[in-house]
C-alpha cells in the first residue's frame, strides 16, 4: 500500500518534487501568474536598488537611466518589492485582463 502523503521523506518524493536545474524559471512566462503587478512612481525613485536586490524573482531591470525597470513576462506580483521600496514609489495595481 503507498504511504500517505505526510508520512513520506523528501527521499520518497518523485523527481518531479525537485529543482535539478537552478534558475530554469527564466525559461517560463511566469508572469502568466499575477493577478496585480508593481507600478513605479520614477519621479520619486531614489535609484538606491533596493528594489532590485528584494525581487525573488529577478524580475527587475536596471534601465539606463539609473532607475529600474520590471520584467513584467517573470514578475509574479508578489509586491515584496513594493513592501520594500522605502520612498514608497512602487504601488500594487490590479492586473488588466
Ligand atoms: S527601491 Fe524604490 S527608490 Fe529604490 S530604486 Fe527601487 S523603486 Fe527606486
Ligand atoms: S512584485 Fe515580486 S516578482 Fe514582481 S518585481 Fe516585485 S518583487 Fe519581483
Known amino acids: 500500500m503507498a504511504k500517505n502523503f505526510s508520512e513520506m521523506t523528501w527521499k520518497e518524493f518523485d523527481l518531479a518534487f525537485m529543482v535539478t536545474n537552478p534558475g530554469c524559471s527564466a525559461e517560463y512566462r511566469t508572469g502568466d501568474w499575477r493577478s496585480q503587478r508593481p507600478v513605479a512612481d520614477k519621479s520619486k525613485c531614489i535609484k538606491c536598488g533596493v528594489c532590485y536586490l528584494s525581487c ?7 534601465a539606463a537611466d539609473g532607475t529600474y525597470d520590471f520584467d513584467y513576462e517573470h514578475c509574479k506580483g508578489c509586491g515584496i518589492c513594493a513592501t520594500e521600496c ?3 514609489c512602487i504601488s500594487m495595481v490590479e492586473e488588466e485582463k
Not at 56 to 62: E, G, T
Open 86 to 88: 522605502w520612498t514608497g
Open 56 to 62: 525573488p524573482d529577478d524580475a527587475i531591470r536596471l
